[in-house]
C-alpha cells in the first residue's frame, strides 16, 4: 500500500513533465505555424474571390467583359493555383511543422529558417498569380504558374525540407513515428515530382506524350 503513494506522485510528476515539454514545443513553433495559417487564410480570401467572378462570368457574361485580365481562360488557373497552393499548401505546412515539431519532442531550432521559407512560397505564388492573370499561363493544367516564378516555390521547398530533417534528427527518444516518415518524406516528394514537370513541360518541354 506505501508503494501506490509513490508511484501516483511519480505519474504525475511524469505528466507535468511530459506537459512542459508540449508547451515549450509550442510556443517554439507557435509563429511558424502562425503564419502558414495566416497566409492560408489569406490566400482562401482570394481564391474564393476570383472563384465568385468567374461564376458571374459564367452567369453574365457581360461581367467585366472588356478587363483582359480577368476573362475566363486566365481566372480559373489563377482561382485553381491560389486555392491549390495558397490555401492547400500553406495549411499542410502548418500541420505538418506542428505534428513533426510535437512527435520530435523538442522545441524546435531554425524557426526563422520557417518564417523565410513561407515568404519565399507565398512571394513566389503572388508572382504566379499575377504572371497568370496577365497571361503568362504555360498551358499545363496545375502547371500553370510561370517558369519565372516556380524557383522561389522550389526554394521554399528546400527550406522546409532542410528544417524537416534538422527536426527529424534532434527528436528526442530511440525511436519515430511513422506520421513522422510520411512528413518528412512528402517534404521531398513534392518538390521532386514538381521539379521533374517542370522540367519536362515548362523549362525544357519534352516533345511527344509527357
Known sequence: MSNAPQS??????????????LSEIDVSIRFPALFFVIAAILWLVVGTGLTLINALQSYQPSFMSGCE???Y???YPAATNAMLFGWGCNVIFAIGLWIMARLSLAPIRSGGMLIVAGLFWNFGL????LGILAGDLTGAEF???????TPL?????????AWGILA????QGQGAYVSQWYILAAFFWFPWIYMIAQFMVVWFPARGVV
Open 69 to 71: 485580365f480577368v476573362t
Open 126 to 129: 503572388k508572382v504566379g498569380i
Open 8 to 21: 501516483n506522485s511519480q505519474s504525475t510528476s511524469t505528466d507535468a513533465c511530459v506537459r512542459t515539454v
Open 73 to 75: 481562360g486566365r481566372l
Open 153 to 161: 516555390l522550389l526554394i521554399s521547398y528546400a527550406l522546409i525540407g
Open 143 to 149: 502547371l500553370e504558374i510561370p517558369g519565372y516564378a
Open 168 to 171: 527529424f534528427r534532434a527528436r
